[in-house]
């Protein structure tokens, strides 16, 4: 079974912190990609990646950026947290081909608090 | 760039009834249309997909529709259970381009009743 695994389940920030929120997959895919849920927005597109070092802009970049050193790992950064960035952060990876319609699989969700 | 409606955005029906969600997408070159459900406290997992070049597919009690035309997607789920209660999420997007990564519906909120 595919694992995608997120650092934490929930975090508290203060304004202003720098945050790293971390994700790993364990199943080689080559594609990566970070929404935040909230509530009556569904899921929205923050960033993703289809290779390693290769990174491209979601839908809601502003405010945040991300690292691919590694197929593993994908890292979203909040370079100055606000209030505003309060949400339900979601990793997923799938992998590309049509036998699979590159299928996401999720990890278990941050919680962020930014106070 | 692709932007999906979904409607409604809660749903409530009695035990063995039928349910029907609704998206619409707007961008005609989208061809690939999955639903996701997420239970409670759980993450999204997917359910059922299309491609546009099939209109109807199946999967037990769950089926997807494809109106390309009107650019609107539907998932109907016959004989609901409890267990069927979860926020289902519609997405699209284009699978031949360079930027594949899915676009969102809303969320509905399916309860039901037994």
């Known amino acids: 079974d595919v694992k995608v695994t997120q650092s934490s389940r929930y975090l508290v920030k203060r304004t202003g912190e720098k945050v790293f929120l971390e994700c790993v997959q364990d199943?080689?895919?080559?594609?990566m990609f970070w929404y935040r849920q909230d509530p009556g927005l569904g899921l929205r597109l923050i960033y993703f990646?289809?290779?390693?070092?290769?990174?491209e802009k979601g839908d809601i970049p502003e405010g945040y950026s991300v690292s691919r050193e590694k197929k593993e790992r994908f890292s979203l950064i909040l370079e100055s947290a606000s209030t505003n960035q309060t949400s339900m952060y979601l990793c997923?990876?799938?992998?590309?081909?049509?036998?699979?319609?590159?299928?996401?699989?999720f990890g278990s969700g941050t919680q962020l608090s930014v106070l | 760039g692709e932007n999906v409606e979904q409607h409604p955005s809660t749903l409530s029906v009695q035990e063995g009834d039928s349910a029907v969600i609704k998206c619409t997408y707007s961008?005609?070159?989208?061809?690939?249309f999955p639903w996701y459900k997420q239970e409670l406290g759980k993450r999204p997992q997917l359910i059922i997909d299309?491609?546009?070049?099939?209109g109807e597919k199946k999967d037990q009690r769950i089926a997807v529709t494809l109106n390309k035309t009107a650019k609107h997607f539907s998932l109907h789920i016959t004989e609901t259970q409890p267990e069927d209660s979860a926020v289902y999420f519609c997405?699209?997007?284009?699978?031949?381009?360079?930027?594949?990564?899915?676009?969102f519906g809303s969320g509905t909120r399916l309860q039901v009743q037994p």
């Open positions: 299309i491609r546009s070049n099939v």
């Open positions: 961008d005609s070159a989208s061809n690939y």
């Open positions: 990646s289809y290779d390693v070092k290769m990174k």
């Open positions: 997923a990876s799938s992998s590309t081909g049509a036998a699979t319609n590159e299928k996401l699989f």
């Open positions: 199943m080689d895919h080559e594609n």
């Open positions: 997405a699209a997007s284009n699978m031949d381009t360079g930027r594949r990564a899915l676009t």
